[in-house]
């Protein structure tokens, strides 16, 4: 099993910059990908970003060149900078996790909310 736990959320003025952390504990070496997901309310739990062993990463075509993914493999922790905010990037960001042999795990989640 593994364990997300992340941080960083909160209030943003439009435009602004957030980090967003993801510290991964328990069975790290089963990981074979971990990225970020959004859900606001009333809709669906959509990718944001991810990115694979191999340091391979994928966006989503609404935060390309706005977002970056990384990781920093000595901490085991994933970090999603989010620059340019938006008030439609308003939603709630779960931190996921891809496991051997194909399994989800997900993190609680943290409230990004962007309004002047």
């Known amino acids: 099993q593994v364990q997300l736990v992340e941080s960083g959320g909160g209030l943003v003025q439009p435009g602004g910059s957030l980090r967003l952390s993801c510290v991964a504990s328990?069975?790290?070496?089963?990981?074979?990908?971990m990225g970020w997901y959004r859900q606001a309310p009333g809709k669906q739990r959509d990718l944001v970003a991810s990115i694979i062993s191999t340091g391979s990463t994928n966006y989503a075509d609404f935060v390309k060149g706005r977002f970056t993914i990384s990781r920093d493999m000595t901490k085991n922790t994933v970090y999603l900078q989010m620059n340019n905010l938006k008030p439609e990037d308003t939603a709630v960001y779960y931190c996921h996790a891809l496991i051997k042999p194909l399994a989800n795990y997900w993190g609680q989640g943290t409230q990004v909310t962007v309004s002047s």
């Open positions: 328990g069975n790290i070496f089963s990981i074979l990908g």
